[in-house]
């Protein structure tokens, strides 16, 4: 299973002559019942130290964030807690989940129609590519933040959300490998996911000498490896209950 057409843009690749796809998502809970509407919690995030301020029980679907809320420590006592290595726009991810189990999508309705129109080779506009590069850059650090915070559901939107892209807009984030090979220990399920994104639909012609800045060394040893297996491996990008088992986070 291969594409052959290939675009490098802005750090992710364009694949191209593929039809966009459906796909389901994860069950989400209920949304919140506002018990408490008067209840309110400060997250301050980044290095501009932007203050969310959203209700406590929302907040308190993070465990982590619940047991700092509810304790002794200088969080329960000022009802703030500080992200200060998250990233602005993706903790606005975290916060839309929290309070829809959804997101945002990457274009509003106009802009999606307006690309909707484009024949299917057609390359997308610089200003799109680069709200697609930048909404992958957010859901894997929305992602990371996920697994901080111990929101599974979370995580696996956000890979399903990253999926997405790849079969709509056919991108795929290839810049992320070297951050996720340099952290083994954090976000496996991502890791594998954007691997064989990467394994599957870029073609081997990339994989040589003159792109080898490219991709990390430990990338292209792990495409050998797994090449060897393919032939018993179920194909995670046509078997949805594949892709969850490969990929997902366990929720329980």
């Known amino acids: 299973m291969r594409l052959t057409r290939l675009t490098p843009v802005h750090g992710s690749y364009n694949l191209q002559a593929q039809p966009p796809a459906s796909r389901d998502r994860v069950t989400q809970p209920d949304g919140p019942n506002f018990s408490g509407p008067d209840e309110l919690v400060t997250i301050v995030v980044g290095e501009e130290s ?3 301020i959203i209700h406590k029980e929302v907040a308190s679907y993070s465990p982590v964030l619940k047991a700092a ?22 903790f606005q991810l975290v916060t839309q989940w929290l309070y829809r189990q959804a ?6 309705a106009d802009e999606f129609d307006s690309l909707n129109t484009l024949p299917i080779n057609t390359i997308l506009p610089d200003t799109a590519q680069q709200k697609i590069v930048a909404r992958q850059t957010h859901l894997i650090e929305a992602y990371e ?5 111990q929101l599974p559901r979370l995580q696996n ?12 807009w056919r991108t795929i984030s290839v810049v992320s490998l070297y951050d996720l090979y340099e952290r083994p220990s954090q976000g496996y399920g991502l890791r594998e996911l954007v691997f064989e994104q990467c394994r599957y639909f870029i073609d081997r012609e990339f994989f040589t000498v003159e792109n080898k800045g490219m991709f990390p060394k430990e990338f292209l040893l792990d495409c ?12 995670p990008f046509t078997d949805k209950d594949e892709f969850r088992r490969r990929f997902h986070v366990p929720e329980e």
Do not use: C
């Not at 997101?103 to 509003?108: D, L, R, S």
């Open 69 to 90: 809320f509810d304790s002794d420590f200088l969080e329960g006592q000022t009802q703030t807690y500080n992200l200060e290595e998250a990233s602005i726009e993706a």
């Open 224 to 235: 050998v490896r797994a090449d060897r297996n393919i032939h018993s491996q179920v194909d």
């Open 145 to 149: 933040i996920g697994d901080y915070l």
């Open 103 to 108: 997101i945002n999508p990457v274009f509003t």
């Open 157 to 168: 939107l956000m890979l399903d959300e990253l999926e997405g892209l790849r079969v709509r």
């Open 50 to 52: 932007k203050s969310f």
